[in-house]
């Protein structure tokens, strides 16, 4: 189970958080305590509540039971208060594409009631973090999708918050792109801002968070750092074998006994053990030879697999 955090490091306390919508259950009774300054990560699939949760703690959605606090406040008593916390970064862009890049930053700015002084001297400050210098006065349309995430954070960051949710952050964007958000967010980690991420890519899981929980159809699953979670639902390595569509099926009762797990995928079997390359030797032994074979480590799609029968994506 995951470490409690003591409640004087606690920003953020959920006990039994529920959001009911008719017969669904989006999110159904969570606990959980993220700590000040630590990157907390929700992983799931699409539908599985991550989303609901990140509303209800920025304070834009109700819950239907349980207690919530952020910063001590109740987002829904104190919703103003507890929103001047926080800076969000919602699954979708939503940049005003018309204006340039630096009057996005302005007028949201002055949204928040922030003065005209305070903003000329942290506007360039945020242009700079998020290396858009040199497109101050370019039009929000013209950026590369990397670019206006980037945009987003930097807006988000406005306030100065104390937290920064961050929901879905690199969906939609390329290899590279993704690595240097990866990068800015580590450095706001660094100088003590509370990061709380959804996502349902593992490897920005595994990056990111310096600990998570595993959520799916509203409830937790498992809950811990990304090395605990992967130590203690998985083995070491995981083959990934290729028989064809139509054989792997097959062949799955002839390979179970050499490995502690067996997972039949529709275009692969997963094969868990901590000795990958002795069972691919032990394969060949046997008269088996798959179209394609791969030995990796454990991942935490592995552990989300094995904990509900389908992959993060799904």
């Known amino acids: 189970m995951m470490s409690p955090v003591p409640d004087s ?31 907390f990560g929700l992983l799931g699939p699409n539908g599985a509540g991550k989303s609901t949760t990140m509303r209800m703690i920025g304070g834009t959605l109700g819950r239907t ?26 699954q979708q862009d939503n940049l005003d594409e018309e204006l340039s890049v630096r009057d996005n930053l302005y007028i949201y700015g002055r949204y928040f009631g922030l003065s005209r002084a305070y ?17 101050s006065r370019a039009k929000v349309d ?29 969906t939609g964007l390329d290899p590279q792109a993704r690595h240097t958000l990866w990068d800015k967010l580590f450095r706001l980690k660094e100088v003590g801002v509370t990061l709380v991420v959804t996502t349902h890519f593992m490897d920005e899981a595994e ?3 310096d600990r998570l929980i595993v959520v799916d159809h509203g409830r937790i699953q498992a809950e811990g750092s990304p090395r ?41 079997l997963l094969l868990y053990s901590d000795h990958g390359e002795g069972v691919l030797e032990a394969l060949a032994e046997r008269g088996l030879h798959p179209v394609t074979s791969l030995v990796r480590r454990s991942s935490l799609e592995d552990v989300f697999l ?5 992959s993060l994506v799904d």
Do not use: W
């Not at 039971?65 to 919602?90: F, I, N, Q, S, Y």
């Not at 013209?142 to 690199?170: F, H, Q, V, Y």
């Not at 094995?306 to 389908?310: E, K, S, V, W």
């Open 9 to 39: 490091d606690a920003i953020i306390t959920a006990r039994g958080l529920t959001k009911v919508y008719g017969q669904v259950r989006a999110v159904d009774g969570i606990d959980f305590d993220i700590a000040a300054g630590e990157s």
């Open 65 to 90: 039971g349980g207690t919530l606090g952020v910063a001590g406040l109740d987002p829904e008593a104190d919703g103003p208060r507890v929103r001047a916390h926080l800076g969000v970064v919602p």
């Open 119 to 135: 903003l000329r001297e942290k506007i360039p400050d945020l242009l700079e973090f998020a290396q858009l210098t040199e497109k």
């Open 142 to 170: 013209d950026l590369s999708g990397g670019m206006k995430r980037r945009l987003t954070i930097a807006r988000a960051l406005i306030n100065e918050p104390r937290i920064l949710l961050l929901d879905e952050p690199t």
């Open 207 to 209: 990056q990111l968070c």
């Open 228 to 268: 605990e979670l992967i130590a203690r639902h998985s083995t070491r390595e995981v083959v990934e074998v290729r028989f064809g569509a139509d054989r792997n099926a097959e062949v799955e009762p002839r390979v179970r006994d050499l490995a502690e797990r067996v997972e039949v995928l529709p275009d692969r």
């Open 306 to 310: 094995h904990l509900t029968g389908r």
